[in-house]
């Protein structure tokens, strides 16, 4: 069976303080970088050939620990990035003003059908991750296991389209920084989720 591990980017400091990061570029902070380093270890006895990364600083900074590691180098795919929250990007829930507070509101109940102000469309950031996704799995008819770093909603949206449940539904899936999910796939080409979230490796 061909194997591809999706691992989410370690900490931030926007992370601890609930800040929407998007398509800003924040660095790992020093718990980061040593979960970048634990993934690594728990991928090293795996098999695979490639490591795909968001191009942003904090999944390419995750991506560099697995793939040097096996003197690979990270490639970098756009349509793996986040979701550009727009005016949202930098604020933290309580920053905000009464109308931006009610978009966030129905943005976690119900992404798929929200307006994030002068940000990218729930719509057309699943296109492009689901798009990115097949492209990877179809190249040159890629059977190797591969791993791919990027970012919790993107995860979120591969997860939702491999299980067929609804798109509206995603922020009710938790994930964690530098979690491991695993995703196996048959000699016909059905998928399955075999590891969700998985943060043994931290535990240290």
Partial sequence: MQKVFLVRHGETNWNLQMRFQGKENIPLNETGKNQAQLVSQRLSSEKFSEVFSSPLLRTLETAKNIAFARDLKPQPVEGLSEIYFGNWEGKVYTEMNEKEQKHVDQWMINPENSVIPNGEQFED?????????????????????????THAGAIKVLVAGILGMPFSKINRLRLSPASLTTILYDDWKNAYLDVYNDTCHLAV
């Fill in 125 to 149: 950031f699943k296109d492009r991750v689901l798009k990115s996704y097949e492209e990877l799995l179809a190249a040159d008819e890629r059977k190797e296991n591969f791993v791919i770093v």
